[in-house]
Every structure is written in C-alpha cells, then in structure tokens.
C-alpha cells in the first residue's frame, strides 16, 4: 500500500513539474514574441515619426477646413454661398475601389445645404489633379442617421451616366461655380497625407500599448 502511495505521489509530482515546464515555456515563448513585436512596432514608429510632411497647402479661399476634422471622419472643408452652406468630405479613390491604387485619385462627398429645406444636394466626386467627374448627384434627408443615409433602400436618382449630356454638363457648371472642381485638389491631397500619417502613428502607439499590456500566458 505505501508503495502504491509514493509511486502515486511521484507521478502526481511528475505531472506538476510537466505542467509547471509547459507553462513557464509559454510564457517565455510569448514573452519573446510580444517583445519581437514591440521592437518592430517601435521601429517601425520612430521610422514614421521623421518622415517630412508635404508643404503647407491652403485651402482656395473662400474654404476654410473644419475645426478637429484631422481626428474625425465628417467634412474637411466648409464654406457659404448665399443661402447656401457647402461641406466636403474626402477620402482616397483605393479605400473604395481597390484597384484604384493611384494616390492622385481622390473621392469627395459634396454636401449642399439650405436652411429650412429637410433635405440637401449630395455630389459624390472623383477628383483628380487637372479634374473632377460626378459618380452621383442625390438628395438626403439631413436628419437621416448615417446608416440610413447609405441605404440601398433609398432611391438616390437616376445614375449619372444616363442623363443626357446638357444636364450633366450643367450640374458640373453647377458645383464648379460653387468652388467645387480640381482647385480643392492640392490641399485636399495634402491634408490627406496628413491625416494618414497622423492614423498611422496613432495605430502603431495604440497597438504597442495593446500588447505591452497583455498579461502572461
């Protein structure tokens, strides 16, 4: 009987040191690994970190840019005309098309506003550094949430491309004299690599962070 105990008691000892092994090299292993990611996420920032912006671009006059726009995803460029409010939005052609990977194609979302009126005109624009194409022109209900305002189940108009030639020259002729055309491009283009130089060191600081917080396997 105590031989059966202590070779019991050997094996149960047996096992505790295999499982204390095991997890003394997970967590070493993991260690390891969590610090092989950290040195690269930090060289990979400090890299970042020195790379020289583009050179300081204002906006054509009378734009001005939107207070805090560098931090959110609403528009970057605001200006009156008469009664009327314009906002522009922008983002890069590739986050919608990904073939689309040349950095001097621009997608802009042109917002035009009345007060009193429920809804407002919306241009949803390719822009270019010698010109700018209209995908859609639409009217919103400016009190819509943003998931309602995308909604397939929404009639948006006609596509573009099937209106006769007059109107669609006439809706460019309409937000060119509004300021919208290739103008807006040198500065929306910069302030783009701005904003993304900006993401990306925010990415880099905020999943270090991350990972420097994990506890032990």
């Known amino acids: 009987m105590w031989r059966k105990l202590s070779v019991g008691f050997a094996l149960l000892t047996q096992q505790q040191l295999c499982r204390r092994h095991s997890t003394a090299t997970a967590t ?112 919103r209900r400016m009190a819509e949430p943003s998931a309602l305002r995308s909604s397939a189940l929404r009639y948006n108009g006609p596509r573009f491309e099937d209106l006769d030639e007059g109107m669609r020259d006439a809706f460019h002729s309409y937000i060119e004299e509004r300021g919208v055309g290739d103008s807006l491009f040198p500065f929306l283009q910069a302030w783009l690599y701005v904003k993304d130089h900006r993401n990306l060191m925010r990415w880099f600081k905020s999943v270090g962070s991350f990972v420097k917080e994990t506890k032990s396997v």
């Open 28 to 139: 070493a292993t993991a260690t390891a690994v969590n610090s092989m990611l950290l040195r690269s996420l930090k060289e990979h920032y400090l890299e970042v970190s020195i790379m020289s912006p583009p050179p300081k671009v204002n906006p054509p006059s009378p734009f001005t840019v939107v207070k805090g726009a560098l931090d959110g995803t609403g528009p970057v460029l605001r200006r009156s005309y008469g009664d009327e409010e314009i906002s522009i939005a922008v983002m890069r052609l590739a986050n919608i098309i990904p073939d689309a990977d040349d950095i001097n194609q621009l997608f802009i979302h042109v917002d035009v506003s009345k007060p009193n009126e429920k809804e407002s005109l919306i241009f949803l624009c390719a822009l270019y550094p010698d010109a700018l194409g209209i995908h859609s022109v639409s009217m």
